[in-house]
Nanobody, 122 residues
């Protein structure tokens, strides 16, 4: 069984900062990618930032220069540091991992965290 457990999030004023953390646990053989998505009310889920094994990182244009993603491969964790937050950053943020579970050795498969609410007030 694989789980993604998120922490962080909350309510912050515009211009403030928040830090989201996600830890993948369970029977994991390998992780190909980890990242963060968000879903605002009435909108589709979108990629915020992602990191692929090997070091490649990509950001949504709307967060470039404000958000930083970092990953600890040894601990199977990924952190999203969000600075200069704007009201349009409000939404539910989901941790995502593309991984091969050790129970099957097959994949990779997509796994999601439960989501954490980020609200930025103006």
């Amino acid at each position: 069984q694989v789980q993604l457990v998120e922490s962080g999030g909350g309510l912050v004023q515009a211009g403030g900062s928040l830090r989201l953390s996600c830890a993948a646990s369970g029977s994991i053989f390998s992780i190909n990618a980890m990242g963060w998505y968000r879903q605002a009310p009435g909108k589709q889920r979108e990629l915020v930032a992602g990191t692929i094994s090997g070091g490649s990182i990509n950001y949504a244009d709307s967060v470039k220069g404000r958000f930083t993603i970092s990953r600890d491969n040894a601990k199977n964790t990924v952190v999203l540091q969000m600075n200069s937050l704007k009201p349009e950053d409000t939404g539910v943020y989901y941790c995502n991992a593309v991984l091969v579970p050790s129970t099957t050795g097959r994949g990779p498969y997509n796994y999601w965290g439960q989501g954490t609410q980020v609200t930025v007030s103006s």
